[in-house]
Each structure stands twice: as structure tokens, then as C-alpha cells.
């Protein structure tokens, strides 16, 4: 670790993989419970476990970024960060607040949820994702501006490399479309309309910036290659990621009452939307392979592999299977989209902060890599955890197929909850390949408690 | 952003022998070739769109202004030449000269956009939307996406009038006004197929 | 910086001028066949021969790609074979239907 205040990325990470392993647990009782219904009934029902499973994914995510934030802009700067305090403060602030909203989903009617937070005079509750009560929406808006404003200052009283700028681009981006949780019109339409500048111009657009900048970062850390070569490739991907991912926002805009227009706009720029994740792809590969040295953190560098990959196949292609109108039409909303979802978040987003993690923990820990034995473990709980998700994927497209031919394509279409029957099979196996997930997940914890020697560097 | 792109490609920067080289920048011909992609899907989707109402696209084009369009062909043509001129005079160490190539094609592609603003209020004037037909639903996203070109391709080029104004280039450094020049040409390339396709063929 | 190639890259300003004088004749041909609406497969062959001619001096000569590594030229030359084709393709399915 070059400067002490990098450390108050540890906490960070150590709430982000708690919370990983609560989403983890939900997703298992969710999994269970569309194949068993009334299990967990009436305690957690579904819609509520689903909005835990979902908000604690996305809190994770955001204790990933910041700790990342936290770790690399000062580095990046070469100074150190503006305010330790502050971030120990804003940890702390942030955990209260996702643990209360949380417990708060669980053990408070929802109803009760939003009249007790003030939902009465500011409406912004029940929407897909953004189900947190104003309070807490407030509370993350404050805890992103003080995170911001801390990195900021950093990073203006240090070195201006095109990493740290791409990353706070990307994270003031995040902060700034937040703000449409707040606007809520009532017309349904408009009401999607904005949702989607949330939700979308997220994970398709500003959070695109923030994965290039960890991946560029991590790789010139294990590969030495050239900053400038990785700076170069970063301006690239960052320019496709948002000309194809801003226009692309049309790709949601099918069928839901927006004009026609969208149909053509949305399909043609969200076609190109692999085209940044194939070259995040290459970057990878293509550093990896020219590297002037042996990093000793070998985990480190087949998270980073493994994030180019399967954020190409989780968000570029199996985004680009339903995301032409014409055939968006008949997939809108199915299972498909499901599929699509888990491998996009968990190749993209969970597996870049994963990387980023397993790059930094061990230096904030005071040594190079971990060891050799903890490094086997790490991997292998990346393969486990792939491959589970891998399986996820095809199960739920085969389900979405499925459910999608009978209940949207056939002569005699079927009813919602009859095709949930027919495609349960599909369901069972999604399940027990979330099961591999959890056991991956829990080797990945165990690796971090694996001691022995660490490995020598080698220089290539 | 100095460095010539062949330095990307290690293999390439040992070889001694006179290599055939790529003028300006790898990455901007990474971003010029996805442009090119975006674009071509759109004209093709136009084509495929037009194919399935022949008549209906017909009439709508026959509102278009092909004066306005071809005066606009010949604009970008000048303004391309004129950079071409620019990219020469560097080459052969005269950066004062090329900036005054520069001044020209950035006159040209001046040229474009008031023709472009006058066609544009005259259109919406008349109640075309991007709602209005299919048509013209083309007709505005594929001009106005590629005027939003010509805008960026302007203010690349303005760039350039500034580097060659500060002689920051030179024949050992071509990379900067090789990489703005592509972007510039691929501009006119666009349209080249975009003018035909939309406001000529029948 | 420059690779040791004796031959110019961006070609002669004469060899320019000449470029542009076809690439605004071709031009003109292409706004006659808009002012006298014509129409039909020939014409139309006639003006996206003209405008394939075109873009190829653009990105030939123009672009300097003359000399590019063939990669490059394929790329993008085919990129206008292909969008010209596809084109021809859509309109000769219009003709049909």
C-alpha cells in the first residue's frame, strides 16, 4: 500500500462481500420460491425477498465502487486521500442505513415503510430497484456528494490521470442519475420513461466508465504495460460504451407507450452495445498477454480475464438476443430478460469489484499476494462461481424460450401461471445451480482466511 | 495522444523495413470503424424500411430540398479536399500554409450547417417529426446524427487550426492532423452514401 | 517517428485536385438524376456505382488508406461493398413487392 489513507478501503470491502453473501441467501430463498411458493410464507414473501435480493445487490455494488474509489484514487494521484475520517464516517452512516432499510423491508409492511418515511409528501417509493424509502434515497445522496467531494479533492490536489478522471466521470455520473429516483410523474409512461434514466444510464452507461477505469487500473497494476497504451484503449471503450449505451437507453422505450421512433433508435444503437465489451475483451486479453512481468497475484489477474469475458457474453450478447424490437416484441419482460440480468451484473459489475478486491486486499493486508494455497482456493471459487452462473444463465433462457413460445408465440397461447408450471423443470435446475453459486461464494470467504508464505515475484 | 498507433502494436514498431502504415491514430480508427458501423446499420435499415412502402417513402421525398442537399455534397467534398491540402502542407513542413487550408474547410463545413439549420426550420416549420412517417423519422435521425458529425468533425478540425497554428506539427509529427483528418473524411464518407440513398433515389 | 517510406504518403496536391474534380462531376450527375426525378434500377445502379466510385477515392486517396496495411483497406472498403449491396439488395426487393 503506497499511502496509509488507502486503508479506509478495507471496511468497504469486507461490508460489500457480507452483503454479497446476504444477496447470495436471498437469491436461494428466491430461487426456492418459484418452485415451492409459500416457502418462507408468510414471513418473506416473494416480492419481498426479491427487493432485498435486488437493493442489496445494488448496495453492495456501491460499497465496492467506493472502496475501490477509496483505494485507487489516491494511488492513482499520488497523494493522500483528502479526508480518511470523512470516509470512516460515510462508512458507517452508509452501513446503517442500507442494514435499517433493510430490516425495514423485512420486518415493516411496506405500506407502513412508506407512510412512517415520509412518502406522503414526496413520492418515490414502489418503483422496480428504487424501493428504498425517501429517507434512505436522501441518505445515499448525501453519503455519494461527501464520498464525491472527498475523491474530488484528492484527486484536484494530486496527479490528473485519465484513470482517475474516467472514474470520477463515471461516479459523478452515478450520483447525478440518481436524482431521477426522486422525480415520479404519474403517468405510467413518463414514469418508466425516467425510471429507465436511473436504471439504464447506470449500469449501461456510467457504470460502464467506472468498470473500464478498475479494469484499466488493476491491469496496468499486474501487467505493466504502458500506462499509456491502457490510457489509449480506455478512451476508446469509454467513447463506444456511451455512444452506443446513452442511444441505446431506446432499447427499453419498446411497446410501453413511448413513440415509434424508439423502436428504430433503440435497436440500432443497442445492437452496437457489444462492441465496448468485446473491446474491454481484447484490452484484457491483449495487456495480459504483452505483460513485462509475473505479477505474484495470479487470482487477481483471472478475475480481470474473467470480467472481460463474461461481461461480453452476460451483457453484450445475451443483451443483444432481446434487444431488437421485432423481437423484443415477444421477449419483452420474460425470463430471457432474467437470464440476461444475472450474467450482465455478475460478468460486469460484481466480477470487476470482485477483481479489484482481490487485487487490493491482500496489499492492504501487507503483502504482495496472498498465498499460494489461498490463491488456489480464490480460483477455484471463481470457477465455481462462473460456471454456476453460466448454468443460471442457459437454464433461465431455456425457461424464457420456453415460457415465451407457449405463452406469447403459440396458436393457443397459455396463461402466465400455467406456463410456470410447464417451465418449473428449468426453475429446479436455476436452483441448484444457484446452490454452486453459494458454495463458491463460501470458498471465496474461505480464502481470505487461508494463511501460509507468500509467493516470490517474478520478473519476466 | 502524441505517440504514432504503430507503437501499439510492439511487433510492428521492431520491424526495420519501410512497414505500411495506417495514418493517425489506432484508436481513432477503432472509434471511426464503429461509426462507420453504427451509420451503415442505420442507411441499410433504411433501405430495408423504404422496401417495405416503396410509394409511401417516395412521396414524403419528394419534400425534400435536393438542391439544398447536393450544394451541401459539394461543401463537404471542398471542405475534405481542403484538408487533404492541410495534411499535404504539414507533410512538407509548412504548418502556416496548412492552417490556411484549415480556415477553408472549416468555412466549408460552416457552409453545411447554416444550409443544414435553414433546411431543418423549413421542415419543421412544415410539420415533419420524427413521429410524422416513417420516413421522415429516417430522414431527421440519419441527417441530424450525421450533423451531429459534421459538429464534432468541426471542432476536431478547429483543434487542428490551433495546432498548426502553434506549429505543433510537423513531417515527424503527423499522428495529431492524420488522426482529425480521417475523422473528417469519414464524415464526408457518410454522406456521400446518405445524400443518394435519401434524397435521390427512387 | 515516421517508418522510413520514401514513397508520400498523402499523395501530390495535383493528384488531389483531380480527385475532387471527379468527386464534384459525379456529384453533379447525381443531382441531375434528383432534378429530373428520374427513376428505375438503371438509374439508381448508376448512382450508387457513382457514389461506390466516390467513397472508394474518399477512403483511397483521401483518407490515405492507399498505402494502409490491408487490413485496413478491408475494413473499410468493405464497408461501403456492403452497405452498397445491401442497399441494392433493399431496393430490388422493394421493386418486387
Given at each position: 500500500?503506497?499511502?496509509?489513507?488507502?486503508?479506509?478501503?478495507?471496511?468497504?470491502?469486507?461490508?460489500?462481500?457480507?452483503?454479497?453473501?446476504?444477496?447470495i441467501?436471498?437469491?436461494?430463498?428466491?430461487g426456492?420460491?418459484?418452485?415451492?411458493?409459500?416457502?418462507?410464507?408468510p414471513?418473506?414473501?416473494?416480492?419481498?425477498?426479491?427487493m432485498?435480493?435486488?437493493?442489496?445487490?445494488?448496495?453492495w455494488?456501491?460499497?465496492g465502487?467506493?472502496?475501490?474509489?477509496?483505494?485507487?484514487?489516491?494511488?492513482?494521484?499520488?497523494?493522500?486521500?483528502?479526508?480518511?475520517?470523512?470516509?470512516?464516517?460515510?462508512?458507517?452512516?452508509?452501513?446503517?442505513?442500507?442494514?435499517?432499510?433493510i430490516?425495514?423491508?423485512l420486518?415493516?409492511?411496506y405500506?407502513?415503510?412508506a407512510?412512517?418515511?415520509?412518502?406522503?409528501i414526496?413520492?418515490?417509493?414502489?418503483?422496480?430497484f428504487?424501493?428504498?424509502?425517501?429517507?434512505?434515497?436522501?441518505?445515499?445522496?448525501?453519503?455519494?456528494l461527501?464520498?464525491?467531494?472527498?475523491?474530488?479533492?484528492?484527486m484536484?490536489?494530486?496527479?490528473?490521470?485519465?484513470?482517475?478522471?474516467?472514474?470520477?466521470?463515471?461516479?459523478?455520473?452515478?450520483?447525478?442519475f440518481?436524482?431521477?429516483?426522486?422525480?415520479?410523474?404519474?403517468?405510467?409512461?413518463m414514469?418508466?420513461f425516467?425510471w429507465?434514466w436511473?436504471?439504464?444510464?447506470?449500469?449501461?452507461?456510467?457504470?460502464?466508465?467506472?468498470?473500464?477505469?478498475l479494469?484499466?487500473?488493476v491491469?496496468?497494476?499486474?501487467?505493466?504495460?504502458?500506462?499509456?497504451?491502457i490510457?489509449?484503449?480506455?478512451?476508446?471503450?469509454?467513447?463506444?460504451a456511451?455512444?452506443?449505451?446513452?442511444?441505446?437507453?431506446?432499447?427499453?422505450?419498446?411497446?410501453?407507450?413511448?413513440?415509434?421512433?424508439?423502436?428504430?433508435?433503440?435497436?440500432?444503437?443497442?445492437?452496437?452495445?457489444?462492441?465496448?465489451f468485446?473491446?474491454?475483451?481484447?484490452f484484457?486479453?491483449?495487456m495480459v498477454n504483452?505483460?513485462r512481468?509475473?505479477?505474484p497475484?495470479?487470482?487477481?489477474?483471472?478475475?480481470a480475464?474473467?470480467?472481460g469475458?463474461?461481461?461480453?457474453?452476460?451483457?453484450?450478447?445475451?443483451?443483444?438476443?432481446h434487444?431488437?424490437?421485432?423481437?423484443?416484441?415477444?421477449?419483452?419482460?420474460?425470463?430471457?430478460?432474467?437470464?440476461?440480468?444475472?450474467?450482465?451484473?455478475?460478468?460486469?459489475?460484481?466480477?470487476?469489484?470482485?477483481?479489484?478486491?482481490?487485487y487490493?486486499?491482500?496489499?492492504?493486508?501487507?503483502?504482495?499476494?496472498?498465498?499460494?494455497?489461498a490463491?488456489?482456493?480464490?480460483?477455484?471459487?471463481?470457477?465455481?462461481?462462473?460456471?454456476?452462473?453460466?448454468?443460471?444463465?442457459?437454464?433461465?433462457t431455456?425457461?424464457?424460450?420456453l415460457?415465451?413460445?407457449?405463452?406469447?408465440?403459440s396458436?393457443?397461447?397459455?396463461?402466465f401461471?400455467?406456463?410456470?408450471?410447464?417451465?418449473?423443470?428449468f426453475?429446479?435446475?436455476?436452483?441448484?445451480?444457484g446452490?454452486?453459486f453459494?458454495?463458491?461464494?463460501v470458498?471465496?470467504?474461505?480464502?481470505?482466511?487461508?494463511?501460509g508464505?507468500?509467493?516470490?515475484?517474478?520478473?519476466? | 495522444?502524441n505517440?504514432?498507433?504503430?507503437?501499439?502494436?510492439a511487433?510492428?514498431?521492431?520491424?526495420?523495413?519501410p512497414?505500411?502504415h495506417?495514418?493517425?491514430d489506432?484508436?481513432?480508427?477503432?472509434?471511426?470503424?464503429?461509426e462507420?458501423?453504427?451509420?451503415?446499420?442505420?442507411?441499410?435499415?433504411?433501405?430495408?424500411?423504404?422496401?417495405?412502402?416503396?410509394?409511401g417513402?417516395?412521396?414524403?421525398?419528394?419534400g425534400l430540398?435536393?438542391d439544398?442537399?447536393?450544394?451541401?455534397?459539394v461543401?463537404l467534398?471542398t471542405?475534405?479536399f481542403?484538408?487533404?491540402?492541410?495534411?499535404?502542407?504539414v507533410?512538407?513542413?509548412?504548418?502556416?500554409?496548412?492552417s490556411?487550408?484549415?480556415v477553408?474547410?472549416?468555412?466549408?463545413?460552416?457552409?453545411?450547417?447554416?444550409?443544414?439549420?435553414?433546411?431543418y426550420?423549413?421542415?419543421?416549420?412544415?410539420?415533419?417529426?420524427?413521429?410524422?412517417?416513417?420516413?421522415?423519422?429516417?430522414?431527421?435521425?440519419?441527417?441530424?446524427?450525421?450533423?451531429?458529425?459534421?459538429?464534432?468533425?468541426?471542432?476536431?478540425?478547429?483543434?487542428?487550426w490551433?495546432?498548426?497554428?502553434?506549429?505543433?506539427?510537423?513531417?515527424?509529427?503527423?499522428n495529431?492532423?492524420?488522426?482529425?483528418a480521417?475523422?473528417w473524411?469519414?464524415?464526408?464518407?457518410?454522406?456521400?452514401?446518405l445524400?443518394?440513398?435519401v434524397?435521390?433515389?427512387? | 517517428?515516421?517508418?522510413p517510406?520514401?514513397?508520400?504518403?498523402?499523395?501530390?496536391?495535383?493528384?488531389?485536385?483531380?480527385v475532387?474534380?471527379?468527386?464534384?462531376?459525379?456529384?453533379?450527375?447525381?443531382?441531375?438524376?434528383?432534378?429530373?426525378?428520374?427513376?428505375?434500377?438503371?438509374?439508381?445502379a448508376?448512382?450508387?456505382?457513382?457514389a461506390?466510385?466516390?467513397?472508394?477515392?474518399?477512403?483511397?486517396?483521401?483518407?490515405?488508406?492507399?498505402?494502409?496495411?490491408?487490413?485496413?483497406?478491408?475494413?473499410?472498403?468493405?464497408?461501403?461493398?456492403?452497405?452498397?449491396?445491401?442497399?441494392?439488395?433493399?431496393y430490388?426487393?422493394?421493386?418486387?413487392?
Amino acid at each position: 500500500m503506497k499511502y496509509k489513507s488507502q486503508a479506509v478501503a478495507m471496511p468497504y470491502f469486507i461490508a460489500a462481500i457480507g452483503l454479497f453473501v446476504g444477496q447470495i441467501l436471498f437469491g436461494l430463498v428466491l430461487g426456492l420460491q418459484y418452485v415451492v411458493g409459500d416457502f418462507l410464507f408468510p414471513s418473506i414473501p416473494f416480492n419481498i425477498a426479491r427487493m432485498v435480493h435486488t437493493n442489496l445487490l445494488i448496495v453492495w455494488l456501491l460499497f465496492g465502487f467506493m472502496g475501490s474509489a477509496y483505494y485507487l484514487v489516491p494511488e492513482e494521484a499520488e497523494t493522500e486521500l483528502y479526508s480518511p475520517k470523512l470516509a470512516l464516517g460515510l462508512f458507517w452512516i452508509f452501513l446503517a442505513a442500507g442494514a435499517l432499510t433493510i430490516l425495514g423491508y423485512l420486518f415493516v409492511d411496506y405500506n407502513t415503510l412508506a407512510s412512517a418515511t415520509g412518502n406522503d409528501i414526496l413520492a418515490t417509493m414502489g418503483r422496480e430497484f428504487l424501493e428504498q424509502p425517501l429517507l434512505t434515497k436522501i441518505g445515499i445522496v448525501v453519503v455519494a456528494l461527501a464520498f464525491l467531494f472527498n475523491i474530488s479533492m484528492t484527486m484536484l490536489k494530486g496527479r490528473k490521470t485519465v484513470i482517475n478522471i474516467v472514474l470520477l466521470l463515471g461516479l459523478w455520473g452515478l450520483a447525478v442519475f440518481f436524482l431521477f429516483s426522486f422525480y415520479n410523474p404519474t403517468n405510467l409512461v413518463m414514469d418508466k420513461f425516467y425510471w429507465w434514466w436511473v436504471v439504464h444510464l447506470w449500469v449501461e452507461g456510467v457504470w460502464e466508465l467506472i468498470m473500464a477505469a478498475l479494469l484499466a487500473f488493476v491491469l496496468i497494476k499486474v501487467t505493466g504495460v504502458d500506462r499509456e497504451v491502457i490510457e489509449k484503449w480506455l478512451y476508446v471503450i469509454i467513447t463506444l460504451a456511451l455512444v452506443t449505451g446513452i442511444i441505446g437507453t431506446g432499447h427499453h422505450y419498446f411497446w410501453i407507450g413511448t413513440p415509434a421512433y424508439w423502436q428504430w433508435w433503440g435497436s440500432i444503437f443497442s445492437a452496437l452495445e457489444p462492441i465496448p465489451f468485446f473491446a474491454m475483451t481484447v484490452f484484457a486479453f491483449n495487456m495480459v498477454n504483452r505483460r513485462r512481468r509475473e505479477h505474484p497475484n495470479r487470482a487477481a489477474v483471472l478475475w480481470a480475464l474473467g470480467t472481460g469475458v463474461m461481461a461480453f457474453l452476460g451483457a453484450g450478447v445475451w443483451g443483444f438476443l432481446h434487444t431488437l424490437a421485432p423481437v423484443n416484441y415477444y421477449t419483452h419482460g420474460s425470463q430471457i430478460t432474467a437470464a440476461h440480468g444475472h450474467m450482465a451484473f455478475y460478468g460486469a459489475y460484481v466480477m470487476v469489484v470482485i477483481t479489484i478486491m482481490s487485487y487490493a486486499m491482500p496489499i492492504l493486508r501487507g503483502r504482495q499476494a496472498n498465498s499460494n494455497k489461498a490463491q488456489v482456493i480464490e480460483m477455484w471459487s471463481f470457477w465455481i462461481m462462473t460456471i454456476s452462473m453460466v448454468f443460471i444463465t442457459l437454464f433461465l433462457t431455456g425457461a424464457g424460450i420456453l415460457q415465451v413460445w407457449l405463452q406469447r408465440v403459440s396458436e393457443d397461447p397459455m396463461p402466465f401461471m400455467m406456463v410456470q408450471d410447464q417451465i418449473a423443470l428449468f426453475y429446479w435446475m436455476r436452483l441448484w445451480s444457484g446452490v454452486g453459486f453459494a458454495v463458491g461464494l463460501v470458498l471465496y470467504v474461505v480464502s481470505f482466511f487461508i494463511k501460509g508464505k507468500e509467493p516470490e515475484a517474478v520478473a519476466a | 495522444m502524441n505517440t504514432p498507433a504503430y507503437t501499439l502494436d510492439a511487433r510492428a514498431a521492431d520491424a526495420t523495413a519501410p512497414t505500411p502504415h495506417l495514418p493517425g491514430d489506432l484508436a481513432i480508427w477503432i472509434f471511426i470503424l464503429a461509426e462507420l458501423l453504427a451509420f451503415g446499420v442505420f442507411l441499410v435499415a433504411y433501405a430495408f424500411a423504404r422496401s417495405g412502402d416503396v410509394a409511401g417513402f417516395d412521396a414524403r421525398q419528394l419534400g425534400l430540398d435536393r438542391d439544398a442537399g447536393a450544394i451541401n455534397t459539394v461543401l463537404l467534398l471542398t471542405s475534405s479536399f481542403f484538408v487533404v491540402r492541410a495534411t499535404q502542407a504539414v507533410a512538407a513542413g509548412a504548418c502556416a500554409r496548412a492552417s490556411g487550408w484549415l480556415v477553408g474547410a472549416i468555412g466549408c463545413g460552416l457552409g453545411f450547417v447554416v444550409i443544414k439549420v435553414f433546411e431543418y426550420a423549413e421542415k419543421f416549420g412544415a410539420g415533419v417529426t420524427l413521429s410524422s412517417s416513417t420516413f421522415d423519422m429516417f430522414y431527421l435521425s440519419l441527417t441530424f446524427f450525421h450533423f451531429m458529425h459534421v459538429l464534432l468533425g468541426l471542432v476536431i478540425l478547429a483543434a487542428l487550426w490551433l495546432g498548426t497554428r502553434q506549429r505543433r506539427y510537423g513531417p515527424d509529427n503527423m499522428n495529431g492532423i492524420e488522426s482529425g483528418a480521417a475523422y473528417w473524411h469519414m464524415v464526408d464518407l457518410v454522406w456521400l452514401i446518405l445524400f443518394p440513398l435519401v434524397y435521390v433515389m427512387r | 517517428m515516421m517508418p522510413p517510406d520514401p514513397r508520400p504518403i498523402h499523395a501530390t496536391p495535383a493528384r488531389a485536385l483531380g480527385v475532387w474534380t471527379f468527386l464534384i462531376a459525379a456529384t453533379l450527375v447525381t443531382w441531375l438524376v434528383g432534378e429530373r426525378g428520374a427513376h428505375g434500377p438503371a438509374v439508381v445502379a448508376l448512382m450508387f456505382g457513382l457514389a461506390y466510385i466516390k467513397g472508394s477515392l474518399i477512403i483511397l486517396e483521401f483518407m490515405a488508406l492507399r498505402r494502409a496495411p490491408l487490413m485496413w483497406r478491408m475494413l473499410t472498403l468493405g464497408w461501403l461493398t456492403s452497405v452498397c449491396a445491401a442497399i441494392a439488395i433493399a431496393y430490388w426487393k422493394g421493386m418486387n413487392s
